[in-house]
């Protein structure tokens, strides 16, 4: 279908050539924050050991030695699958600065995935941890020449006699070829260029499909380089970052692992599940200097911690009185913000969007929350905003380096699907030419396939995803995430998705078990609870897109890394 005239773009446009003559090597940014924080710490598993930087180079320049006499070449695939941790960031690290090709693969991922992945990716090598080395199957990668175990770098199979030899003569060879000192001016990595194939990123997604991203180093560069330019002043080099996203998502990886890397923080890696509580205990300890989040667990914290102390009759009586309301919402924000270890310049949520009620509490304190949007294809960044010019609803503008534009005649008014070019944008998916095609049109444009508009300043404000668009009745579009973010606010609501049955819309709920436990509500009585909140959410709704009925969901519905509902499961 052919698209109306777009009424104006937003972007840091760029000349694509001239732009990469000016990108330098990735690598070289790693090698620079090695050699200048050289004796400071660097990565630390939680309540674990520490790294300095120099301990992450010695064993960077051990797998480097490791992969060269084993018969590694650059451009080879090495992949990584387990929990985080500082072990799979050195493991990381060394490969890319290898110059081999990383292919992260989410833990999360079944024992099928994580052999289809490897296979798909031809990849050489694969690190693992120790969970993930008791579910896979050796037998079913039959082109691996051998699997290293990611705590103490041991091999757990070797097919080849080159890796056994050079890993059991690994520390003859360092010291041979370091036989006085392993020192700053020993640091010489890859010099890549800006096309080249950095990484393969296997997407998680809410389809069930995954499709290998290939992400060049110029997109590594143009969210690194970013982050530096607009964070850099306000987070302290050698300042404490807690990762808590997997690193093998691009979200953990590029924000919250390799930009703070880069920039000479302090990384803490949760190395158990994430739990709130075990979240809310490590801010606490470490205080980091930066939050980067996913809703989810900003919503819990908010939920468990922060409503139910302020959602009491004095509290509210106290903000609808002008002459001290002010000085209350200060003393709120002083709590919320302590709540997140009472150090962070800001918080920034991505992955989906903050639920509304719990955004509009965030802006009506003064906290300092902002939301950003990307996907893998874009490693991730596509729009951010400072928390000083963060729009409510909104993800931000187009950050530096990339154009976004609304394929609508009136892209303020009218829903038009978001693209976007420039040198975040993947080379494609890994062999499959079909889908690259799809997803990148002749003049390089980027779809994401999420529904927006956009703000004649350049915010951009996402409404849902093309692929979960539902057909009303009379043929109108339904953006089911436009409803469940009114019902997610309701009580006793702890997540919900509307699906379609036939012509009738229907919401799946999981109910906040704990609260009605705590409040001592029988099942029928949570039943009412719940017919009630539909009620009054179609009150709020548009006849077309009322709510007939809903089911509850005993269980809490099936998650992607980032947190997303694995809605094709309940289709």
């Known amino acids: 279908m052919q698209m109306c005239k777009i009424y104006f773009t937003f972007a840091q446009k760029i000349e694509k050539c001239a732009m990469e003559d000016k990108i330098p090597s990735f690598n070289s940014y790693i090698e620079k924050t090695i050699i200048d924080n050289w004796d400071c710490d660097a990565l630390t598993d939680y309540k674990g050991a520490t790294l300095q930087f120099h301990d992450v180079a010695r064993k960077i ?12 070449e650059k451009g080879d695939k090495i992949a990584l699958c387990g929990r985080n941790s500082a072990h799979w960031a050195v493991a990381f690290l060394a490969t ?8 992260p693969i989410l833990h999360e991922f079944n024992a099928e995935q994580i052999h289809n992945i490897v296979n798909h990716s031809e990849s050489k090598l694969l ?12 037998k079913e990668m039959p082109s691996l020449e051998g699997i290293v175990y990611i705590p103490d770098f041991s091999l757990v199979e070797s097919r080849t006699e080159k890796l056994t030899y050079a890993r059991e003569h690994l520390n003859e060879m360092f010291g041979h070829k370091f036989p006085k000192y392993f020192r700053k001016e020993h640091i010489s990595y890859h010099k890549d260029t800006a096309d080249e194939l950095a990484l393969i990123n296997y997407t998680s997604g809410t389809t069930g499909f995954s499709k290998g991203v290939m992400l060049p180093y110029r997109a590594l560069w143009g969210n690194v380089q970013f982050c530096i330019d607009r964070l850099g002043s306000h987070v302290a ?10 690193m093998a998502h691009m979200y953990g990886m590029a924000i919250e692992f390799i930009y703070p890397f880069c920039h000479g923080c302090h990384l803490f890696f949760l190395t158990r599940l994430p739990s709130p509580a075990i979240i809310a205990q490590a801010f606490a300890d470490i205080k980091p200097s930066l939050i980067i989040s996913v809703p989810l667990v900003i919503e819990k914290i908010i939920r468990k911690r922060v409503f139910p102390k302020i959602q009491n009759n004095a509290v509210r009586l106290l903000l609808n009185m002008p002459v001290v309301n002010k000085k ?50 874009c490693a991730p960044l596509i ?102 973010d009114k019902l997610n606010s309701m009580p006793m609501v702890s997540d919900g998705i509307i699906v379609q049955r036939g012509d009738k819309l229907v919401a799946l709920i999981h ?19 719940m017919e009630q909140n539909r009620q009054n959410l179609n009150e709020q709704l548009p006849a077309y897109s009322k709510i007939q009925s809903f089911q509850l969901q005993e269980e809490d519905f099936a998650r992607t890394p980032k947190k997303s509902i694995k809605r094709y499961l309940y289709k």
């Open 383 to 484: 729009t951010y905003s400072d928390y000083h010019d963060f729009v409510p609803g909104s993800c931000g503008a187009p950050v530096d380096r990339m154009e976004v534009k609304i394929l609508s005649s009136d892209p303020e008014n009218e829903l038009g699907e978001i693209v976007t070019r420039g040198t975040n944008v993947m080379l494609g998916y890994y062999k499959n030419e079909e889908a690259t095609r799809q997803a990148i049109d002749p003049e390089g444009w980027y779809h994401t396939g999420d529904m927006g508009l956009m703000s004649r300043d350049g915010h951009v404000f996402i409404k849902g995803r093309i692929k979960n668009m539902l057909l009303g009745a009379n043929g109108q579009n339904i953006y089911p995430e436009e409803i469940e």
């Open 96 to 103: 890319i600065t290898y110059g081999a090709v990383a292919v």
């Open 328 to 377: 209350v919402k200060q003393r709120i924000c002083e709590q919320v913000y302590e709540a997140f270890g009472g150090n962070a310049y800001e918080v920034i949520v991505g992955g989906a969007a903050l639920n509304q009620e719990v955004e509009l509490f965030l802006k009506s304190i003064d906290f300092p929350v902002t939301v950003g949007y990307g996907t893998t294809e």
């Open 511 to 529: 109910p906040d078990f704990e609260a009605a436990k705590e409040m001592g509500f029988t099942d029928n009585e949570l039943h009412d609870i």
């Open 127 to 138: 690190f693992v941890g120790d969970v993930i080395a008791t579910v896979i199957d050796a």
């Open 61 to 72: 320049e051990k797998l480097h030695i490791l992969f060269e006499n084993s018969g590694v």
């Open 237 to 246: 080099s050698r300042s404490n970052i807690l990762s808590i996203l997997p």
